[in-house]
């Protein structure tokens, strides 16, 4: 497939016949390939990759010349690695209604199983790797194609990418067409760490080899701003500081930090969620139009939009941030334990799991509309959305009796869960007297489509197997993304900042509600 077909694999009608979406109505399929996870015996590859691929072959998207390696540090074998992966697709399989193993599917699967064990810096474990490939490029017909899949600790990256390289299996072999690598994230660990990362994977490989994952772009509802916006008349109009007052984006957890704390203490709700998640969602609300779906079109609007945001100084990160860390609390009926309190967590960790923030967005279209962030573990409910408040109408022509109810009108795109769009307005409220109210507009996915949405994973993977890169990050948006963020990381480091307690199961400290009341706002409670 042509790589520059983009993200959105087929119009749903035509909505979305408009020369932006041209040559999208392409069915997908990829071809055959090796799919070599690093990291396969960890917890990603069982929850999330492998019930993609099972997924992938039971909708008729994978080649039957497809065959999935693990190589790992713990010795699986062959038949360890099939059977571990059998059970996290009957585990997958158990998550979804009346879900059941497509056996079908699975047998498709079944045969292509293999594992390698050994160091992630030991040149032996790729030579070994290289043989299997081989091996299967000759007996299963993967047809000389890769797709290498590094889902190990960050701090091996650069490691597997050099011993690919020195095995020489960092292009395709014979016949094949294609040797990508999908990175997971982090990609660094502030600006400079990223900068040296990139500089070391480009040693070995050329940048349209490089998948840099963000799993949030692989949603639909995420894409689904693109479509909002951009198949639209109704709403771009409206889409600037002409009509726009704030914009409040939450990806919002229940969960704690379960049994993540080694890779959690490390990173935090910045480098976690901020710098990749919520700054994506950031760049989507904010874009300019692209000129086509094309890959290239919508990164550089993408990385545009990132530049545009203002870095905070110093002093701005003290006043217009909020750092802070769950304590115990109540949540979903049951006691739950603070942050310090879980495995794995020192007991003077300044780890923050919650961050809001305010930033600008410093361009024609933004100017002077403040965007509140937010993002926090053990908040009462998980969910991620975007809400845009317009600005109140220049006059009321009702007694302000009249329209106390009457709030801001608001379109808030609803990620995740309940995935849809609302939109609040007012309505005069039946009877005699003529009082206003906000009633709200719902369109619910559910509810208007019959399709099943594809998991992120399942889309990405797909995507890299057929050369799309436009959901994955290219280099110029990390570095964007890390600009945004270092000041943080610096002022924090210089300044040691406690992250202040929040309850487990309330909406984050009340410093964060200080933040919107300073100017006259307040946090949604989704
Ligand atoms: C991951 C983070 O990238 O995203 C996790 O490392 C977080 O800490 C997860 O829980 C959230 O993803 P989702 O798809 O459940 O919103």
Redesign the pocket.
Known sequence: MDASAGVLGRPADDALAHPLFEGLGVDRAASPAAVVIFGASGDLTSRKLMPALQALASRGQLSPGTAIVGVGRTDLGDEGFRRQMRQAVEAAGGRRPGGKVDEQAWAQLEEGFRYVAGGYDDLATYKRLGEVLEDLDRDHGTAGNRLHYLSTPPGVFSAVVHQLGAAGLHHPARGGQFCRVVIE?PFGRDLDSARRLDHELHEVLEEDQIYRID??LGKETVQNVLALRFANTIFEPVWSRQYVDSVQIT?A?S?GVGH?AGF?EQAGALR??VQN?LLQVLALTVMEPPASMSPTGIRNEKVKALDAVDVLEPHEVLSDTVRAQYGGGWLGGEDVPGYLEEDGVAPDSRTETYLAMRLRVDNWRWAGVPFYLRTGKRLPK?V?EVALEFSRVPHLPFAPTQAVQLGPNALVLRI?PDEGITLRFGAKVPGQAFDVRTVSMDFSYGAAFLEEAPE?YERLLLDALLGDPTLFIRTDEVEQAWRIAQPLLETWAEKPVLPVPYEAGTWGPVEADRLLEADGRRWRQP
């Open positions: 994230k799993h949030y990806v957890e969960e993540r959690y976690d969620i998640h998980r991620t995740q992120a």
